[in-house]
């Protein structure tokens, strides 16, 4: 509950257009700690650095709730563009996409949903150089439709190429998981980051995390792969004890975290043969995510205060 609380106190304060204000314009220098930088060629070195560890890259070009169809075609373009990009610099791609950013429920002049209609040109060019994209999740009001569009494009792409998230503190995600099922899918377990109300999501740590090893498990004994991602050293210990003991191959799940969080214990899982990510976001539109990266722990609060005082 406590944790709750903070998140929900940190998420509204940093809803209030002063605060973003300021942290815009004094906090840059700051938030390249959890963003690696504000375009495609930033984020591609930072990619490349990480391979230098054994790390792979998940990269995520920032921007959500996008307004009109103009900016949602013009960001769905970025996002095509970056995986032109990955490609050229010899990186198998690897993205990251919110649906909201890309024209999710608007129509468009055929009738059909925007997101949906680029996100399957954004998956169809990252099939064509092997990659793969996942369709993030995001608020609660976006499950529905999210999950109906990962449907539609693992039905056309299958699931070596496309796949999504679920996080484990909305009560429905068990659910969720169950209902998907039938397509063998890639799911990347999350806790949950948004301000969610206590209808729909649990109020309790200790219900969030056991939701979460539920979820994980059931993955991996589904025998359909698992993007375990968390920075929590007892999930991930449980997580390798749980693999080891059920006889579930490293190739079957993978660990990812933050770029910029726990850089040591990233080195350390792949320097002990697991397949690690991070999670790699850029772009200008970086103020949302930096919120809920520092709404994650009140550690990250006082890095922040102590970084833009010195600025």
């Not at 700051?30 to 495609?40: L, M, N, P, Y």
């Not at 970025?78 to 990009?85: M, R």
């Not at 998230?165 to 995600?173: I, T």
């Amino acid at each position: 509950m406590i944790d709750q609380l903070y998140r929900k106190a940190v998420l509204t304060v940093s809803g209030q257009k002063p605060v973003e204000s300021l942290v815009r314009s004094r906090g840059w220098g700051v938030a390249q700690r959890f963003v690696a930088g504000e375009d495609a060629t930033s984020a591609i070195r930072a990619v490349q650095d990480l391979h230098k560890d054994g790390i792979l890259g998940n990269l995520d070009l920032l921007g959500e709730f996008v307004t009109s169809p103009d900016t949602a075609n013009e960001f769905a373009a970025k996002v095509l563009g970056l995986l032109n990009d990955a490609h050229a610099a010899g990186l198998k791609p690897y993205v990251s996409v919110k649906l909201s950013s890309i024209g999710q429920g608007m129509t468009t002049p055929e009738g059909e949903d925007l997101g949906l209609s680029n996100a399957r040109r954004i998956v169809a060019r990252a099939k064509g150089y092997g990659g793969f994209v996942c369709l993030d999740m995001e608020d609660h009001p976006r499950v529905d439709v999210t999950l109906a569009q990962f449907r539609t494009l693992v039905g056309e792409f299958g699931h070596e190429h496309v796949g999504t998230v679920l996080q484990s503190y909305l009560y429905r995600s068990e659910g969720d998981w169950a209902d998907l099922q039938d397509l063998k899918p890639n799911l990347r377990i999350v806790k949950g980051a948004y301000l969610e109300p206590e209808t729909v999501a649990m109020p309790d740590k200790a219900d969030v995390d056991a939701a979460y090893r539920r979820l994980v498990y059931a993955q991996m004994k589904a025998g359909s792969y698992v993007n375990v991602a968390t920075h929590d050293e007892g999930i991930i210990a449980d997580v390798e004890h749980f693999a080891l003991a059920h006889g579930i191959a490293r190739e079957a799940f993978e660990f990812q975290m933050l770029y910029g969080i726990r850089r040591d214990l990233q080195k350390d899982l792949a320097a002990r043969g697991y397949r690690v990510r991070a999670y790699i976001p850029y772009g200008r539109d970086w103020y949302p995510y930096f919120s809920r990266r520092i709404a994650e722990r009140p550690a990250n609060v006082m890095f922040v205060l102590r970084g833009m005082l010195r600025g």
